[in-house]
């Protein structure tokens, strides 16, 4: 099946509310074996810290591990995602934490409102052109000197996944993406770029995260 164009949105949502309970199984412990991933939350923490605390977002948060990470490291987070069944999975393992169904593309939060960012390869499942329309949205409720961290797959294809975790049928696209080309789009929408790492460089795909500021 060609990689789809249309209806991304409602085909992710869809996808992740089918496979929520697979995703939540497979990502289980997952912080625990990562400590590349671990050590990239240390240092979001410790700059949102540096920047006077507050709120942030864990925006396409699925199950909510990240989340609660954050939190167990001092960070005031709270998750959003698109798929209501990935929020109920959330709040039912994290019933102390906040979680919210949303869209990056549409936000339902105030300009300037929150001290930093997490999209931990949630980005993945956005098409190129709609990339600028969603950093957009991360500067506009980001105050000035807030932290943003993107994750997400390295590499140059699009993978399409048509059977879920638990084997039902779903319908999603997987963008794997430079580096570079994040760090370009990043600038564009007028981040700072801070670091980049990239996590398991030999693998067959690597991952990678960069660290952005909101300057102003
Ligand atoms: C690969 S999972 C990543 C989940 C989690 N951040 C992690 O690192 O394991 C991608 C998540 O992004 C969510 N997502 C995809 N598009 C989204 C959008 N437009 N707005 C909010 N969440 C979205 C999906 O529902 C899914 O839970």
């Known amino acids: 099946m060609p990689p789809m164009t249309d209806n991304w949105l409602s085909d992710t949502r869809m996808s992740y509310d089918i496979d929520a309970s697979g995703y939540a199984e497979k990502v289980r412990g997952l912080l625990d074996r990562m400590p590349y991933l671990r050590a990239s939350l240390a240092a979001f923490a410790e700059a949102v810290h540096q920047a006077g605390g507050g709120a942030v977002a864990d925006i396409g948060c699925g199950p909510g591990y990240v989340t609660a990470h954050l939190n167990e490291v001092g960070v005031d987070a709270f998750g959003i995602d698109l798929a209501p069944e990935m929020i109920a999975i959330a709040r039912r393992d994290h019933p102390q934490l906040r979680f919210e169904v949303g ?114």
């Open 103 to 216: 869209t990056m593309t549409a936000l339902d939060l105030a300009d300037d409102s929150i001290a930093g960012v997490v999209a931990f390869w949630s980005l993945i499942h956005v098409p190129d052109a709609a990339i600028p329309g969603v950093l957009d949205e991360f500067r506009r409720v980001l105050r000035a000197q807030g932290s943003l961290l993107v994750g997400f797959h390295v590499g140059d294809e699009t993978r399409h996944t048509s059977e879920g975790y638990t084997g039902r049928p779903i319908n999603v696209d997987s963008h794997h993406r430079r580096p570079s080309q994040v760090v370009d789009w990043l600038r564009a929408a007028g981040f700072t770029i801070e670091a980049e790492l990239v996590i398991g460089p030999g693998e067959d795909v690597p991952g990678a995260v960069v660290f952005a500021r909101n300057e102003s």
